[in-house]
């Protein structure tokens, strides 16, 4: 009896490991909302190229750019419902998961991108883990760049900026920058700015060139003031059970993949905004507003308040971080 029982197991591992084997390649399905001539569509497409080479057959990876698939305020939900198994979301859109990712919206808190590299790799890569309470796991940071100003007026100075209606991403910090500069945020999803602005829903909006350009916000934006005064970057996110799921083979290669591609997008990110600044200089459609040192530090000295409002919520450490990560950068 032992011996037919034993027989009987066999042929049904067996059996088992050959449904394995012949099992469909896992879908990955990769949503964003940005055009793909953009760091982070140049960033899905490179990691789709990688993982369906180097794991062929046994995982697929299906990209959605342009809010195709999902676009914000439903993405994140899509991503813990198992709708969607990657997302790269602007910093701006994590406020309701962890307050502390609020860091990267304070306006002139980093320098410059290598600033935001020194933080990412040192203080701030605990961000990552930091919501894996609501079932959310971060991969990996990539990099777009830092925003400019548009408006349908010159911009010089802070009080330009007054009265005017400004979209920004679902992001308390960037709508009390806003208001620091007595002018009026309205929150509106990244497929809606366009038609915000065409229609005069929105006066102005602040972003980085590449999504200006790939947008086309330069049709419906007369003036662009050059303030490099906050950031977006994103962080790369999986549904933390989906991924802890995968064959230790199969996430062990994808998270090898995840890495190589962050250092491609963040290499690429600087050059790819420049080109697209100089294509919309070069279009003629809008005047680019560049800003002297003292001009600039109107700016900072108007919206730098809005820090201390969020410090309690960020926390002193991560923002001395953040500050010390400028001295690293130089
Ligand atoms: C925005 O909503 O302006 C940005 O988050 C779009 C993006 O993902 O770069």
């Given at each position: 009896m032992l011996t037919f029982t034993r027989v009987l197991l066999c042929a049904v591992l067996l059996a088992m490991a050959?449904?394995?084997?012949?099992?469909?390649?896992?879908?990955?399905?990769?949503?964003?909302?940005?055009?793909?001539?953009?760091?982070?569509?140049?960033?899905?497409?490179?990691?789709?190229?990688?993982?369906?080479?180097?794991l062929a057959g046994k995982v697929r990876v299906e990209v959605y750019p342009n809010s195709s698939l999902f676009g914000d305020g439903k993405e994140m939900e899509a991503l813990l419902l198992g709708d969607v198994q990657m997302l790269a979301p602007s910093l701006a859109?994590?406020?309701?998961?962890?307050?502390?990712?609020?860091?990267?919206?304070?306006?002139?808190?980093?320098?410059?991108?290598?600033?935001?590299?020194?933080?990412?790799?040192?203080?701030?890569?605990?961000?990552?883990?930091?919501?894996?309470?609501?079932?959310?796991?971060?991969?990996?940071?990539?990099?777009?760049?830092?925003?400019?100003?548009?408006?349908?007026?010159?911009?010089?100075?802070?009080?330009?900026?007054?009265?005017?209606k400004f979209r920004v991403q679902a992001s308390s910090v960037l709508e009390e920058?806003?208001?620091?500069?007595?002018?009026?945020?309205?929150?509106?999803?990244?497929?809606e700015v366009y038609q915000g602005l065409q229609t005069g829903v929105v006066n102005g909006t602040e972003n980085t060139w590449s999504n200006y350009e790939s947008q086309k916000v330069n049709e419906v934006q007369p003036f662009f003031t050059e303030s490099n005064h906050g950031l977006i970057d994103y962080m790369v996110i999986t549904n933390a059970s989906f991924w802890k799921g995968l064959t230790p083979e199969?996430?062990?290669?994808?998270?090898?993949?995840?890495?190589?591609?962050?250092?491609?997008?963040?290499?690429?990110?600087?050059?790819?905004?420049?080109?697209?600044?100089?294509?919309?200089?070069?279009?003629?459609?809008?005047?680019?507003?560049?800003?002297?040192?003292?001009?600039?530090?109107?700016?900072?000295?108007?919206?730098?308040?809005?820090?201390?409002?969020?410090?309690?919520?960020?926390?002193?450490d991560l923002i001395n971080a953040a500050q010390a990560s400028n001295q690293q950068a130089q």
């Open positions: 050959g449904l394995v084997q012949a099992a469909d390649p896992i879908t990955i399905k990769f949503a964003h909302v940005v055009a793909d001539n953009t760091p982070k569509g140049q960033g899905a497409l490179l990691f789709k190229k990688l993982a369906e080479e180097r859109k994590f406020e309701q998961y962890n307050k502390k990712i609020q860091i990267y919206d304070l306006p002139f808190l980093f320098d410059n991108l290598e600033a935001v590299d020194h933080f990412q790799a040192g203080k701030g890569k605990e961000l990552l883990l930091a919501m894996q309470d609501k079932n959310i796991l971060g991969l990996a940071y990539w990099h777009n760049g830092l925003k400019q100003l548009s408006a349908n007026k010159k911009m010089v100075e802070p009080k330009d900026a007054r009265g005017l920058q806003f208001k620091a500069l007595r002018a009026n945020p309205r929150k509106m999803s990244f497929a199969v996430r062990d290669e994808l998270e090898k993949i995840v890495a190589e591609v962050t250092l491609e997008v963040n290499r690429q990110a600087e050059a790819l905004n420049q080109s697209a600044r100089q294509k919309i200089i070069d279009s003629r459609t809008s005047q680019v507003v560049t800003l002297t040192r003292e001009q600039r530090e109107k700016w900072r000295e108007t919206m730098k308040p809005v820090w201390k409002t969020f410090e309690s919520e960020i926390g002193t």
